[in-house]
């Protein structure tokens, strides 16, 4: 359940990018399982790997299936496409226990997918930090932004052509505060990550390749996780999906044209919004909410499906 829920996540997280691109880029990760509500790690898992779609034939087509490490933990926006489609990066938040096969441990790695070779491949994998999850390229294809959930960073990379350098990281002062995801404003100036271990949103500023924490933390709602810019950059919207503890959670928008970026509405969205995405012309939002469905089936709070 909890894979088949999470793979459509990350197809919808990439829906409205990839109507305009006509492709979409899924991350499958065969290592975890949800039986009533615990995690578990199956008996001979598939190997992680990333399938590619084009949208631009109908029925849709499956172009391929690219080996890479994946992962089922954090955000939707665990993958992201360059703007001219050159490629994909892809994270790994965790991986099998080297020490026991039948336990999940940290991982911290960064695929770089080739989406123009014939058949797409996967180039290269660099070391970003420890639960790697929500990535992020910008608009001008020339930076990418990792956020670490298991070491309370960012990892910074320079994009030139298809090569991805490490350059450097964004540390917050606390190594529980949970980097989920980081999104890029529209003009490439600043980026805002979401914390779902201390209930910040964090702003970043950019100079080129130089990317500092700007000492400025937003406050939405409980444990803000997935984050998305709208097209125009006009707003961000964030799912901050809460305690867990069968209570309605929250939907906050963020008006970045406002000095300094701030929060200005919060509205119900239903138990657990993991995943937030907003229409290309602007005027929708998506939100896909969990609703129970990843709880026990003893819980109060379980539901057959999530919307």
């Known amino acids: 359940m909890l894979r088949q829920a999470s793979l459509a996540l990350v197809a919808l997280s990439l829906l409205s990018s990839a109507v305009r691109a006509e492709i979409v880029v ?80 940290l991982n911290d790695k960064l695929t770089v997918i080739d989406l123009q070779a014939s058949p797409p491949q996967a180039t290269a994998t660099l070391t970003a930090g420890k639960g790697a999850a929500g990535v992020s390229i910008n608009r001008a294809g020339t930076l990418a ?34 980097p989920s995801h980081v999104v890029f404003s529209s003009d490439g100036k600043t980026a805002l990550v979401s914390r779902d271990g201390d209930s910040k949103i964090s702003v970043l500023s950019i100079d080129g390749s130089k990317v500092t924490y700007a000492k400025r933390d937003l406050s939405a709602g409980v444990r803000p996780y997935s984050i998305e810019m709208s097209p125009s950059g006009d707003i961000a919207v964030v799912g901050n999906v809460g305690t867990g503890s069968g209570d309605a959670d929250t939907v906050s928008v963020i008006d970045m044209k406002a000095s300094p970026i701030r929060v200005v509405e919060t509205v119900t969205a239903g138990q657990t919004p993991e995943g937030v995405r907003i229409s290309p012309d602007g005027k929708y939002l998506a939100v896909t909410v969990a609703n129970g469905s990843n709880k026990p089936k003893s819980s109060p709070f379980f539901n057959d499906n999530g919307w």
Request: aromatic share 4%; glycine share 8%; no cysteine.
């Open 145 to 178: 932004l990792v956020a670490n959930r298991a070491e309370g960073t960012v990892s910074v990379f320079t994009i030139d052509g298809k090569t991805l350098t490490p350059a450097g990281k964004i540390e917050f002062g606390n190594d529980k505060s949970g």
């Open 26 to 105: 899924s991350a499958q990760d065969g290592k975890q399982v949800l039986l009533d509500g615990v995690p578990t790690v199956p008996d001979n898992p598939p190997p992680d790997y990333v399938a590619i779609f084009d949208l631009g034939s109908s029925p849709p087509k499956l172009v391929a299936e690219v080996p890479a490490p994946t992962s089922v933990v954090g955000p939707p926006q665990s993958v992201a496409v360059a703007p001219d489609e050159r490629l994909a990066l892809v994270t790994s938040a965790n991986m099998i226990d080297p020490a026991d096969p039948k336990k999940i441990a």
